[in-house]
């Protein structure tokens, strides 16, 4: 369905496990102006990707946290569409939000669209979307420690010589940053070579994967490593390796981790060997908790990272780990980052 440029995306509260909802909101002291009155903050929340169980935790945690610090969340989606994203920039503009997170998204299409925010006077944070512009912070998933904790995890079980599969979509800043790290592994261990390079963000992107990731497997018979760094990609590759009977003989590498990545990493003989990820919720409470500390006067830093955590097949049926919600509980690591968080700021997952 293509939706009118001038239309905004209302989606529901689909929280996920990874938020460590039940939790009560642990209530702040001393909060700094402009929270230490409910309902004076208006934020907005402009999306460019929302497909997903990745980007359904991202919200969820974008959510928990906007109500955590009481704060008017406007959620604006533009469902892929680069124009549509700018235009819904401008919007958040007109509706006098106090800040703007942007998600995803092309530098093209985004860096004037953020200055224009910029200008109007209010605060900026850009997650996974380079927006050249230095008043405004990035939040990452630290890309590159993604890439490298997966591709190390490749070559401990496969060795230093093996032919590998890519998914790969240039322009996205989180994959082009995760594509450094393929092409230093490349350089760094001659023994891999890669046979073939696809990918798309067609929707539904799963599927659209598979149908290329067929076609790279009839063609490439002795690829032994599939690296597919983004849980979507894998989830396509895995289909087309089930399909040909291959979940014995090739082994898949990713980034990012849900509920249902968990199930499928844990069925018998899954080629799903290992993903690295941070929690995406997580990640989304870390973008307000950013956008918050701009909006208190406070400086987060250039550049907000969030930790990875490594998560092998073996360590999710070893733990009998079997939601994001068990994969908190057993990881603590996964569970919360102490990123962003001053002492006055409300902790979500606090009991």
């Known amino acids: 369905m293509k939706f009118d440029r001038r239309t905004f995306a209302k989606l529901a509260f689909g929280l996920l496990g990874a938020t460590a909802l039940g939790f009560s909101p642990a209530l702040a002291q001393d909060k700094p102006a402009p929270f230490d009155k409910p309902g004076q903050v208006k934020i907005a929340l402009v999306r460019y990707l929302s497909t997903g169980d990745f980007?359904?935790?991202?919200?969820?945690?974008v959510e928990s946290q906007a109500k955590a610090l009481g704060v008017d969340l406007r959620v604006l989606d533009s469902k892929q569409d680069a124009a549509l994203q700018a235009d819904m920039v401008d919007q958040a503009i007109a509706l006098g939000v106090n800040g703007i997170i942007i998600q995803h998204g092309l530098t093209e299409s985004m860096k004037e669209a953020a200055q224009r925010a910029v200008d109007a006077g209010i605060k900026v944070?850009?997650?996974?979307?380079?927006?050249?512009?230095?008043k405004i912070p990035q939040i990452e998933q630290s890309d590159r420690d993604l890439a490298r904790l997966a591709l190390e995890?490749?070559?401990?079980?496969?060795?230093e010589s093996w032919k590998a599969g890519y998914v790969y979509v240039a322009g996205i800043a989180p994959l082009d940053r995760r594509n450094e790290t393929w092409v230093e592994f490349k350089k760094k261990y001659s023994g891999i070579k890669e046979a073939a390079q696809f990918g798309t963000l067609d929707n539904p992107i799963a599927n659209s994967v598979a149908n290329q990731a067929r076609s790279v497997l009839s063609a490439n018979p002795d690829i032994k490593v599939m690296f597919a760094p983004y849980d979507e990609f894998a989830k396509g590759v895995k289909i087309a390796v089930d399909e040909a009977g291959l979940s014995k003989d090739i082994k898949i590498y990713s980034a990012d981790i849900s509920t249902s990545d968990i199930a499928a990493m844990r069925e018998p003989d899954s080629a799903w060997a290992a993903t690295a990820a941070t929690n995406p919720a997580v990640v989304g409470q870390v973008s307000v908790r950013a956008l918050a500390q701009l909006l208190a006067g406070e400086d987060p830093g250039k550049s907000v990272i969030v930790p990875p955590t490594l998560i092998t097949q073996k360590e999710l049926v070893e733990k009998d780990i079997k939601n994001m919600e068990e994969l908190s509980a057993k990881l603590p690591q996964f569970a919360h980052a102490d990123v962003a968080m001053p002492k006055w700021m409300p902790n979500p997952n606090a009991k």
């Open 125 to 134: 944070v850009a997650f996974d979307v380079n927006v050249e512009n230095p």
């Open 55 to 61: 980007f359904q935790a991202y919200l969820a945690g």
């Open 153 to 159: 995890q490749a070559i401990k079980d496969n060795g």
